[in-house]
């Protein structure tokens, strides 16, 4: 069972955000919500949580490039997401949907606005054709090699067999029901890119440049209907929407928004 929560943040006066606002929405959590901090301080790797960055009034996600700010309006309305598995931590927000918190001196005020709780995934839709959104900096690691090189690889690019790695391993990690074989090579014939606008832009976390990229992608599913491969890879795709993809998702990169297209 997946847990999404959709949060309200407003300021008493404009401020200057951090240049990936992500530290502004897990603050609000830390404060209020102790159930969190336990979950994101676990050691393990992919967390079975997602805490997005700031979003505008239309939805937009908000984060720093090429020099510029990110500035909260005094009033206006933001948002931000958590989407989580542990019933606990649903129980918890819920007794205590609306609160202040102070930080920089400016109060925001925090409300919930909208839960959504899924208990079934039966895949992205009948078809063969899928736009995946790209919205905050995604970059995706190969399987390291055996070899002495520590430093880690990342790649600019949604790159077929990569990008069904990183959803399966999270899927795995996470859930009851595993999935298998719909990453490696046999992606590459099962999956085809038609259509991107995609490009490569760097941001900043903790003062360090965190760089990836954003657009989109049209795939095609090109395995037959109804197999356990097609249905695997549908059921990924679903679960992106809610975990993201790639490094650092859970902190709101990589977020990504997977909707389905007319095969006309």
Do not use: C
Not at 51 to 70: C, E, F, H, N
Not at 128 to 151: A, C, G, H, Y
Not at 223 to 252: M, P, Q
Request: aromatic letters at 14%; a positive charge.
């Amino acid at each position: 069972m997946i847990f999404k929560i959709d949060f309200k943040v407003t300021s008493d006066h404009d401020v200057f955000l951090p240049p990936f606002p992500s530290k502004l929405s897990r603050l609000v959590l830390t404060r209020l919500y102790p159930s969190y901090s336990k979950l994101q301080e676990a050691g393990t790797p992919y967390k079975p949580l997602r805490v997005t960055t700031i979003k505008d009034s239309r939805g937009s996600p908000l984060y720093a490039v090429g020099g510029r700010k990110v500035i909260m309006k005094k009033g206006e309305g933001y948002s931000f997401s958590f989407t989580f598995l542990d019933p606990k931590v649903f129980e918890e927000i819920v007794s205590n949907p609306d609160a202040e918190v102070q930080e920089w001196d400016t109060r925001f005020h925090v409300s919930m606005k909208d839960a959504q709780v899924v208990e079934d995934f039966k895949g992205i839709g009948d078809t063969r054709l899928f736009k995946v959104e790209f919205l905050t900096p995604t970059s995706l690691q190969p399987i390291r090699p055996n070899f002495k090189r520590k430093d880690n690889r990342y790649v600019l690019f949604p790159y077929v067999p990569l990008l069904m790695h990183s959803l399966m391993k999270h899927w795995n990690q996470n859930m009851e029901e595993k999935v298998h074989s719909v990453a490696g090579v046999k992606a590459l014939y099962y999956m085809r890119e038609v259509d991107y606008w995609l490009r490569p832009v760097t941001t900043f976390y903790d003062g360090r440049p965190v760089r990836g990229f954003v657009g989109w992608t049209v795939f095609e599913l090109r395995s037959r209907r109804y197999t356990r491969l097609t249905r695997a890879a549908k059921t990924l795709l679903e679960y992106a929407n809610y975990f993201g993809v790639g490094k650092s998702r859970a902190i709101g990169f990589g977020e990504v928004r997977v909707s389905v297209m007319s095969d006309g």
